[in-house]
């Protein structure tokens, strides 16, 4: 099948056509969007370009790294990690094997916040990763100071290309486990605390698609056993780095509102809610510090 897409000749549409089904053969689950989207990265063309130079012809060139993509994609490498970025509110982010694909779930917590966030506020984003939620927060709002921590360096390598790619103002990010390095430096600095931690059970993981399970680092997915381990460390030390009225945001897994609720009330937040995503699961959970 795919060795028709290196013939010399052939178009625009049946290229695309051919790279669909042979990521179908290879149960790819949304083949079309992912042969498209490879072909866009490479040409560069947009829809519109795509349905108007449907009949033209390709350069053997083109055709040669379109399948070399196509190829990769049907061994279940992530898109995003072919064509190196991802989009997530809007705007592209760089991305690697070092950090986990922003995904659309998350913007339902970057939306909340934005909610909650005034000007001049003070963020702090534990376990930052590639930096779509501080840096998203940072563009879209205008922040006095802005922290992304992770304990991985090279997510913070990632993430640094992504404040300069994005230009995006007043972040920081510093290597930390949790908040060790922001001991006796960040007292009661930050307004809001925002969190997408690792938050799958250690048993959960062999269940999980390939791209995720293979190519995703596995420290930014694993909660450990009750998948709930980075909640209770981060809800016990927030008080600490919060100002007093601040606010922390979680998002979560469809079944852990409760559990994660139940940790903030203990260490003291009120006016805690639970918040679905559009799917209708629970994805955010938020409360205060009175
Ligand atoms: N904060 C990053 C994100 O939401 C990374 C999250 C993680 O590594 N668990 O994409």
């Not at 179908?24 to 083949?31: D, G, T």
């Not at 486990?177 to 959960?204: C, K, M, Q, W």
């Not at 460390?233 to 509102?257: F, S, V």
Request: glycine share 6%.
């Amino acid at each position: 099948m795919m060795k028709k897409l290196i013939e010399t000749n052939i178009s625009v549409g049946y290229a695309v056509k051919l790279g669909t089904a042979y990521l179908q053969e290879h149960n790819i689950e949304n083949a079309a969007y992912d042969s498209f989207a490879l072909f866009a990265s490479i040409t560069g063309m947009s829809r519109t370009d795509y349905f108007m130079k449907t009949d033209e012809v390709l350069s053997d060139e083109i055709l040669c790294e379109y399948e070399k993509c196509i190829r990769l994609r049907a061994e279940h490498i992530p898109l995003q990690h072919i064509i190196g970025k991802a989009y997530f509110y809007g705007r592209e982010f760089q991305v690697n094997q070092n950090v986990l694909i922003p995904r659309p779930d998350t913007e339902i917590l970057v939306e909340q916040t934005l909610q909650i966030l005034k000007e001049e506020n003070s963020v702090l984003d534990m376990c930052t990763g590639s930096g779509c939620i501080i840096l998203t927060l940072a563009l879209e709002n205008k922040l006095k100071k802005a922290i992304g921590v992770d304990l991985s360096l090279d997510a913070l390598e990632v993430a640094k290309k992504n404040y300069n790619q994005l230009q995006a103002e007043n972040v920081d990010f510093i290597q930390s486990d949790l908040f060790t390095e922001l001991n006796g430096v960040y007292d009661h600095a930050f307004d809001l605390i925002v969190s997408n931690p690792p938050y799958i059970r250690s048993d959960v993981i062999p269940t999980l698609s390939e791209e995720v399970r293979l190519h995703d680092p596995m420290m930014a997915l694993d909660g450990f056993d009750d998948g709930l381990y980075f909640y209770r460390k981060i809800t016990e030390a927030a008080p600490a780095y919060l100002k007093k009225g601040g606010w922390l945001m979680y998002e979560i897994g469809y079944d852990q509102g409760k559990d994660v609720s139940e940790m903030m009330k203990i260490s003291g937040f009120e006016d805690i809610s639970v918040i679905q995503d559009l799917a209708g699961l629970d994805r955010v959970v938020r409360g205060r510090l009175l």
